[in-house]
Nanobody, 122 residues
């Protein structure tokens, strides 16, 4: 069983910053595109950002300029820096790994974490 473990979620106020982290087994991490998805209450899970093995980044339009994804290949960790959060960013955030070179599609991610809750208060 491949285990991706997210951390860094919590309760913050609108306008604050937050950093999520996700660790993965080294063998999976080094060969995968890493992505972040989120699911808000009553909504479907949606793509947030992804970073390829060569550090090429891709973002959903609604987070461009506010969120930054990065990966540390030495630590097998992917981070999501979230700046200027709004109440619309409240969701469970999931880390995922894909064998595709770069993907925004949920169905192309083979491994998933359990998720970390981010709640933004107004």
């Amino acid at each position: 069983q491949v285990e991706l473990v997210e951390s860094g979620g919590g309760l913050v106020q609108a306008g604050d910053s937050l950093k999520l982290s996700c660790s993965a087994p080294g063998g999976i991490f080094s060969s995968s595109t890493m992505g972040w998805f989120r699911q808000a209450p009553g909504k479907e899970r949606e793509f947030v950002a992804s970073v390829s093995r060569s550090h090429f980044e891709c973002y959903a339009d609604f987070v461009k300029g506010r969120f930054t994804i990065s990966r540390d290949n030495g630590k097998s960790t992917v981070n999501l820096r979230m700046n200027t959060v709004t109440t619309e960013d409240t969701a469970v955030y999931y880390c995922a790994a894909s064998k595709q070179p770069l993907s925004i599609l949920e169905q192309e991610y083979e491994y998933w974490g359990q998720g970390t809750q981010v709640t933004v208060s107004s």
